[in-house]
């Protein structure tokens, strides 16, 4: 059982960076694969980044290629997201998520989610 919370969001504006934070409960999180994964209004919830169990493998949705940055330390049970250049199209509530597999997490499965965290953009 891994629980999950995000800290970090807020309103920052065009151009700006933001880290996001997720601590996680539990003894196996560096078993984990761990994902972020955003939602804006009226939209589905979209992929945006995820790595492997210590962090050296890593995917990243093409809206944020180049400009979002996924890691984790392990020893302190805490995944990031690193966000720079930030969009109004990247306004979204963010969650992180904690996945079993990491090949079953590229795939979007995942058994841990945590409650979100607000980023707003603006331009």
């Known amino acids: 059982q891994v629980q999950l919370q995000e800290s970090g969001g807020g309103l920052v504006q065009t151009g700006d960076s933001l880290t996001l934070s997720c601590a996680a409960s539990g003894r196996a999180f560096s078993s984990y694969a761990m994902g972020w994964f955003r939602q804006a209004p009226g939209k589905e919830l979209e992929f945006v980044a995820a790595c492997n169990w210590n962090g050296n493998d890593d995917e990243y949705a093409a809206a944020v290629t180049g400009r979002f940055i996924i890691s984790r330390d392990n020893g302190k049970n805490t995944v990031s997201l690193q966000m720079s250049n930030l969009k109004p199209e990247d306004t979204a509530v963010y969650y992180c998520?904690?996945?079993?597999?990491?090949?079953?997490?590229?795939?979007?499965?995942?058994?841990?989610w945590g409650q979100g965290t607000q980023v707003t953009v603006s331009s």
């Open positions: 998520a904690a996945g079993h597999l990491y090949a079953e997490a590229l795939g979007g499965q995942y058994d841990y």
